[in-house]
């Protein structure tokens, strides 16, 4: 069982920046992914970033703005988010998994949630 712990949230303006970290109980074995999501209000929980360990996948709307990464001796991996805007706001999820690079933007693909923490970004 791998649990994972987030921390980094909080309030931003446009055009300002943020690092989310994701910490691991353990690491991952081989073919482990890590993965981020995220849920605005009202909305349903949406893709934003994965690393397969083959590929890094984004989503269209973080594309350029965005970085995933990871520091694989502290089992934490990281979301790099610049110039955010509004529609950023949401609450951030990381998952892990064994989950295949075609698969990575489907939740029902990933075993492990984060708790989830959230990111405001205002006018």
């Given at each position: 069982?791998?649990?994972?712990?987030?921390?980094?949230?909080?309030?931003?303006q446009?055009?300002?920046?943020?690092?989310?970290?994701?910490?691991?109980?353990?690491?991952?074995?081989?073919?482990?992914?890590?993965?981020?999501?995220?849920?605005?209000?009202?909305?349903?929980?949406?893709?934003?970033?994965?690393?397969?360990?083959?590929?890094?996948?984004?989503?269209?709307?973080?594309?350029?703005?965005?970085?995933?990464?990871?520091?694989?001796?502290?089992?934490?991996?990281?979301?790099?988010?610049?110039?955010?805007?509004?529609?950023?706001?949401?609450?951030?999820y990381?998952?892990?998994?064994?989950?295949?690079?075609?698969?990575?933007?489907?939740?029902?693909?990933?075993?492990?949630?984060?708790?989830?923490?959230?990111?405001?970004?205002?006018?």
């Amino acid at each position: 069982q791998v649990q994972l712990d987030e921390s980094g949230g909080g309030l931003v303006q446009t055009g300002g920046s943020l690092t989310l970290s994701c910490a691991a109980s353990e690491r991952l074995g081989v073919g482990g992914a890590m993965g981020w999501f995220r849920q605005a209000p009202g909305k349903e929980r949406e893709f934003v970033a994965a690393d397969t360990g083959l590929l890094t996948t984004y989503a269209d709307s973080v594309k350029g703005r965005f970085t995933i990464s990871r520091n694989i001796g502290k089992n934490t991996r990281y979301l790099q988010m610049n110039d955010l805007r509004p529609e950023d706001t949401a609450i951030y999820y990381c998952a892990a998994g064994q989950v295949t690079t075609a698969a990575v933007k489907k939740e029902d693909a990933w075993t492990y949630w984060g708790q989830g923490t959230q990111v405001t970004v205002s006018f």
